[in-house]
C-alpha cells in the first residue's frame, strides 16, 4: 500500500521535502468485529486546507480547523474510491463513494460517517473532489448563505479560476449577477472570460493598483465579494464596497503559513457602508449536500456550469500538487488520479 505520509511539521509554505512516499501492506478485509469500509482510491483531492492541517499546534488553539496529521502516518483529505469490504450497513463491495480517505491506495476508513455514495455515476468521478464534493459545497454555500446576491449585483471573486472559484462565479451568473474574477495568470483570465463567463476579469500579478483594476471593472462598486486569498485583495475590495455589501471571507490563501500577516487597513469602510464580513466554515454547510448535489448535477447537465480540473496521474505526483496550489500552479481543481477502477 503506497501512501503519502507527513515527514515533519511545517512552518511556513509546505515542501515536498515534508513529505515521502512510503510503502507498508494492508489486509484487504475488514478486521472480524470491527465497523469500518475498505476504499481503493482513485482521486486524491488537494484543497489548501491540508496545509493547516500539516502543522503543529498547542493544544486548544481555537484556530484549528481539524486534527494535525500525524508524523509517519498517511495524510488525510477528501477523495473518491471504490469499497472494497465493508461491515457498514449502508455500503457494500463495489459502491462508488466519496468523502475523508487517506493519501494512500488503500484506507481502512473507521470514521464512516465522512463517506457518502455517489450519485450521479454518469459524470466524471473525479468531480466528487471539486465541483460536486466539498469545493462545490463550499461555492454553493458560502456565495449563496453569506453573499445573499441579487439579480444584478455586482460580484467580485478572487482566486476564481480555481476549484471553489470557477463554482462562484457561474453561480453567480446563473443568479443574473454581474461578475468580475481576479487570477494569477494571462492563461486564467483567459479561462475566466472565455469559458466561465465572467463579465470581466484582471491578473492581480501584473496588475500595479488592485483598486485601480476594480474601479476599471466594477466602476459601481461590489455589492458581495467572494474572498479566497484575503491580504491586499481583501483590502482594495474593503474600499470598493457598496453601501450594504457583503464580504463572504471563504479563504485566505495569500496569507497561510506567513510569519507575519498582511495588516488589513481598510476595514472601517465597512462601519459608514455598513458592509458585512462574515466568516465560512464548510463544516457547518453539509446538511444542505443533497439539495446541492442535485441542483449542480443539473447544471452541469445542462451547460449551465463548465468544469476545469488540473488531474495528474499517480500518487507520486501529491506531494508537489499540493505545494503547487500556493503559487497558483493548478489550472482548476487539483486531482491526483492513482487509479482509475
Ligand atoms: P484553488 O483551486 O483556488 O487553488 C488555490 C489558488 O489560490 C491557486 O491556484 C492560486 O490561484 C491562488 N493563490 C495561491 N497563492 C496565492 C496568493 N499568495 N495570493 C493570491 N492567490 C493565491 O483552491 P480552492 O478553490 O480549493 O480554495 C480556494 C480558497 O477557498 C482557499 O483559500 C481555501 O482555503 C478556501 N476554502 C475554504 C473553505 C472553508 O470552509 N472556509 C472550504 C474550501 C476552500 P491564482 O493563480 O489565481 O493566484
Given at each position: 500500500n503506497k501512501k503519502v505520509v507527513?515527514?515533519?511539521?511545517?512552518?511556513?509554505?509546505?515542501?515536498?521535502?515534508?513529505?515521502?512516499?512510503?510503502v507498508d501492506t494492508i489486509v484487504l478485509r475488514v478486521p472480524a468485529g470491527q465497523t469500518a469500509v475498505l476504499?481503493?482510491?482513485l482521486y486524491l483531492s488537494c484543497d489548501p486546507w491540508m496545509r493547516d492541517r500539516m502543522s503543529k499546534h498547542d493544544d486548544g488553539d481555537p484556530t484549528v480547523l481539524a486534527p494535525d496529521?500525524?508524523?509517519?502516518?498517511?495524510?488525510?483529505n477528501f477523495g473518491v474510491g471504490k469499497v472494497i469490504d465493508s461491515t457498514h450497513p449502508e455500503l457494500t463491495a463495489g459502491d462508488l463513494v466519496w468523502g475523508m480517505s487517506g493519501w494512500e491506495e488503500y484506507t481502512l476508513v473507521t470514521q464512516t460517517e465522512y463517506l457518502s455514495k455517489i450519485n450521479h455515476k454518469e459524470l466524471p468521478l473525479s468531480y466528487y473532489t471539486g465541483v460536486l464534493g466539498m469545493p462545490g459545497l463550499t461555492a454553493f454555500s458560502c456565495f449563496f448563505e453569506l453573499g445573499k446576491p441579487k439579480k444584478g449585483d455586482f460580484v467580485f471573486v478572487s482566486a476564481a479560476s480555481g476549484a471553489v472559484g470557477q463554482v462562484v462565479g457561474q453561480l453567480a451568473k446563473i443568479a443574473g449577477c454581474f461578475v468580475v474574477g481576479s487570477a494569477g495568470s494571462d492563461e486564467k483570465v483567459s479561462l475566466l472570460k472565455?469559458?466561465?463567463?465572467?463579465?470581466?476579469?484582471?491578473?492581480?500579478?501584473?496588475?500595479?493598483?488592485?483598486?485601480?483594476?476594480?474601479?476599471?471593472?466594477?466602476?459601481?462598486?461590489?455589492?458581495?465579494?467572494?474572498?479566497?486569498?484575503?491580504?491586499?485583495?481583501?483590502?482594495?475590495?474593503?474600499?470598493?464596497?457598496?453601501?450594504?455589501?457583503?464580504?463572504?471571507?471563504?479563504?485566505?490563501?495569500?496569507?497561510?503559513?506567513?510569519?507575519?500577516?498582511?495588516?488589513v487597513r481598510n476595514l472601517y469602510c465597512i462601519i459608514g457602508k455598513t458592509v458585512r464580513v462574515e466568516g465560512f466554515n464548510v463544516n457547518g454547510y453539509f446538511h444542505l449536500y443533497t439539495r446541492f448535489e442535485e441542483e449542480m448535477a443539473g447544471y452541469i447537465?445542462?451547460?449551465?456550469?463548465?468544469?476545469?480540473?488540473?488531474?495528474?496521474?499517480?500518487?507520486?505526483?501529491?506531494?508537489?500538487?499540493?505545494?503547487?496550489?500556493?503559487?497558483?500552479?493548478?489550472?482548476?481543481?487539483q486531482v491526483v488520479a492513482i487509479a482509475h477502477s
Open positions: 507527513l515527514r515533519r511539521y511545517v512552518t511556513g509554505l509546505p515542501t515536498e521535502e515534508d513529505m515521502e512516499i512510503v476504499v481503493k482510491n496529521f500525524v508524523i509517519g502516518e498517511a495524510m488525510v472565455d469559458k466561465f463567463g465572467y463579465d470581466d476579469a484582471f491578473n492581480y500579478r501584473s496588475e500595479t493598483d488592485l483598486g485601480a483594476a476594480l474601479r476599471r471593472c466594477l466602476p459601481d462598486g461590489i455589492d458581495v465579494y467572494f474572498d479566497s486569498v484575503g491580504g491586499a485583495t481583501l483590502d482594495a475590495a474593503l474600499l470598493h464596497m457598496r453601501h450594504g455589501g457583503r464580504v463572504a471571507v471563504c479563504g485566505m490563501i495569500s496569507q497561510y503559513g506567513l510569519e507575519e500577516p498582511y495588516g447537465k445542462d451547460g449551465k456550469v463548465t468544469v476545469v480540473e488540473d488531474v495528474v496521474e499517480g500518487i507520486e505526483s501529491a506531494p508537489a500538487s499540493l505545494i503547487g496550489l500556493f503559487s497558483g500552479r493548478n489550472v482548476g481543481k
